[in-house]
């Protein structure tokens, strides 16, 4: 098992990123407590095995917007994540599909946010999921069939 480790480092003279011997391997990966606003369509493409992914603490605001690019970013993780983090972000709105290529999800935390409104079929895709974490936001309106 391999982790892939990107938080900030308590003292200069420790690494930032730790790589994993083979990025095939990677199966857990932390990119808490950073400085992130967006993610590259092709950013977990080498990450196949994936099951854990850590995006807490960033700065990801209209990330959730754009469902194609979501899609795009999310696509080589569709059969392998099971867990997704992203709460204490700047998210205000769960867009339709948001989250629809991740079959495999079965955690979802997004506690902490900003988020106001969840749209329908935001979460309807997401047949494993089991556990979904949305307190501590500014919630005032969730579709009948989110």
Same mark, same amino acid.
């Given at each position: 098992m391999?982790?892939?480790?990107c938080?900030?480092?308590p003292?200069?003279s420790?690494?930032?990123?730790?790589?994993?011997?083979?990025?095939?391997?990677t199966?857990?990966?932390?990119?808490?407590?950073n400085?992130?606003?967006s993610?590259?369509s092709n950013?977990f493409?080498?990450l196949?095995?994936?099951?854990?992914?850590y995006?807490?603490s960033?700065?990801l605001?209209?990330?959730?917007?754009?469902t194609?690019?979501v899609?795009l970013?999310?696509?080589?993780?569709?059969?392998?994540?099971?867990?997704?983090y992203i709460?204490?972000?700047r998210?205000?709105?769960?867009a339709s599909?948001? !989250? *629809?290529v #991740? %079959?495999a @999800?079965?955690?979802l935390?997004?506690?902490s946010?900003?988020i /106001?409104s969840i +749209? =329908? &079929? $935001? !979460? *309807?895709? #997401? %047949?494993a @999921?089991t556990?979904?974490?949305?307190?501590?936001n500014?919630? /005032?309106?969730? +579709? =009948? &069939? $989110?």
């Open positions: 391999s982790s892939l480790l938080a900030r480092s003292s200069p420790q690494p930032r990123v730790t790589h994993p011997p083979t990025w095939a391997h199966v857990c990966s932390y990119l808490n407590g400085q992130l606003s993610i590259a950013a493409s080498r196949t095995n994936l099951n854990t992914l995006l807490g960033n700065q605001a209209t990330f959730l917007l754009n194609t690019a899609s970013v999310f696509a080589p993780l569709a059969s392998t994540l099971q867990t997704l709460s204490n972000n998210i205000e709105t769960i599909n948001t !989250f *629809s #991740l %079959t @999800l079965m955690y935390g997004l506690f946010n900003r /106001t +749209a =329908s &079929n $935001a !979460f *309807s895709a #997401l %047949t @999921l556990f979904l974490q949305i307190n501590n500014n919630i /005032t309106s969730i +579709a =009948s &069939n $989110a």
